[in-house]
Nanobody, 123 residues
Framework: QVQLVESGGGLVQAGDSLRLSCTAS????????MGWFRQTPVKEREFVAA????????YYANSVKGRFTISRDNAKNMVFLQMNSLKPEDTAVYYC????????????????WGQGTQVTVSS
């Protein structure tokens, strides 16, 4: 089993930056792919970014490409999401997740999820 805890969310203004962190515990040897998703009351859970452990590839949703950066610290079992140039449409609850395989963009392929951290971007 894997437990995930996110942190770093908050209330910011458009154009500001936030850095989300996620720490994994438990069977950390299963952290093949770690990703970030977001969800709002009016949208289904949406893929944001993902990073594989080996060889360390990264993937991004088109809506955040060029603004967000995902990174991993495998020694600490952590994944980060650096969010720059935040927009009001980035407002959502952001979830860290772990997948052991499958298409990285599909939430159904992620077996473990954190509790979420709220990101609110004011205009």
């Amino acid at each position: 089993q894997v437990q995930l805890v996110e942190s770093g969310g908050g209330l910011v203004q458009a154009g500001d930056s936030l850095r989300l962190s996620c720490t994994a515990s438990g069977r950390t040897s299963s952290l093949y792919t770690m990703g970030w998703f977001r969800q709002t009351p009016v949208k289904e859970r949406e893929f944001v970014a993902a990073a594989t452990r080996f060889p360390g590839r990264t993937y991004y949703a088109n809506s955040v490409k060029g603004r967000f950066t995902i990174s991993r610290d495998n020694a600490k079992n952590m994944v980060f999401l650096q969010m720059n140039s935040l927009k009001p449409e980035d407002t959502a609850v952001y979830y860290c997740a772990v997948s052991t395989g499958g298409t990285y963009e599909e939430s159904r392929n992620y077996a473990y999820w954190g509790q979420g951290t709220q990101v609110t971007v004011s205009s």
